[in-house]
């Protein structure tokens, strides 16, 4: 199982090519964002508990905005180094996210 994040200039097309509108993925920490994102509460109030292992998650500009506070403290509590190479991708993904007005950073779990 992971997660596979791609950065997008406009909201992605599920079904066709969203090729188009894609800025920057990231593929090499699936399994690693998956175990740390899975400890989060789904209920609770942060953004990233709202990330589905299993589906596709859509964040727009100011839900990445939010969320990329959120990461800061997962990183500041990381041991694992495989998870903070990963939380440290999301970061970035996250802050040109909100820094690129109408995109949206999609989260692809298995």
């Given at each position: 199982?992971?997660?596979?994040?791609?950065?997008?200039?406009?909201?992605?097309?599920?079904?066709?090519?969203?090729?188009?509108?894609?800025?920057?993925?990231?593929?090499?920490?699936?399994?690693?964002?998956?175990?740390?994102?899975?400890?989060?509460?789904?209920?609770?109030?942060?953004?990233?508990?709202?990330?589905?292992?299993?589906?596709?998650?859509?964040?727009?500009?100011?839900e990445?905005?939010?969320?990329?506070?959120?990461?800061?403290?997962?990183?500041?509590?990381?041991?694992?180094?495989?998870?903070?190479?990963?939380?440290?991708d999301?970061v970035?993904?996250?802050?040109?996210?909100?820094?690129?007005?109408?995109?949206?950073?999609?989260?692809?779990?298995?």
């Amino acid at each position: 199982m992971g997660i596979e994040l791609e950065l997008h200039s406009g909201r992605p097309v599920r079904k066709g090519s969203s090729r188009d509108t894609l800025l920057r993925g990231s593929y090499g920490h699936g399994e690693a964002l998956s175990r740390v994102l899975s400890t989060l509460d789904r209920h609770g109030s942060g953004k990233l508990g709202w990330v589905d292992p299993y589906g596709d998650t859509l964040f727009n500009e100011q839900e990445a905005q939010v969320a990329r506070q959120e990461v800061t403290t997962l990183i500041q509590g990381c041991t694992d180094d495989r998870q903070k190479a990963a939380l440290l991708d999301l970061v970035e993904l996250l802050e040109a996210c909100a820094a690129t007005p109408g995109s949206f950073l999609w989260f692809m779990g298995d």
